[in-house]
């Protein structure tokens, strides 16, 4: 079995970045679950941490990191969250066909510059 076990992306502002990712991820079962300070936060949906924010202090080329979820209600609810949350836009939801024909999808900048992205593959 090869599968994804976690991801770290690298902010400046630990503090700013979670005030940007809790709402959105509680929305979605996820919460802050392993604690580092000032350092690092870690998500998840129980004990283990899948996804976390950790400090840098070097500048970083921003990442993509996408979220998939069962429907499209959700990629919008992703969106309108994360938007209030404090991200940028970075192409709201709607269906992209030149990936494939259900591929229903947002883009949104965190504080950092990373597009973060939530995506349905299931038809309407």
Do not use: Q, W
């Amino acid at each position: 079995m090869f599968a994804l076990d976690h991801i770290n992306i690298y902010v400046r502002d630990v503090a700013r970045s979670r005030a940007f990712y809790e709402p959105v991820f509680a929305a979605f079962g996820f919460s802050a679950n392993r604690e580092f300070g000032e350092v690092a936060v870690g998500f998840g949906d129980g004990t283990y941490a899948v996804f976390a924010i950790v400090r840098s202090v070097e500048a970083n080329e921003p990442g993509h990191v996408a979220f998939r979820v069962e429907s499209r209600a959700k990629v919008d609810a992703f969106y309108s969250l994360a938007i209030s949350s404090g991200g940028v836009c970075n192409g709201p939801p709607g269906l992209r066909p030149h990936y494939h024909e259900h591929y229903y999808a947002a883009f949104v900048r965190d504080p950092d510059g990373h597009n973060i992205e939530c995506v349905c593959h299931a038809p309407g």
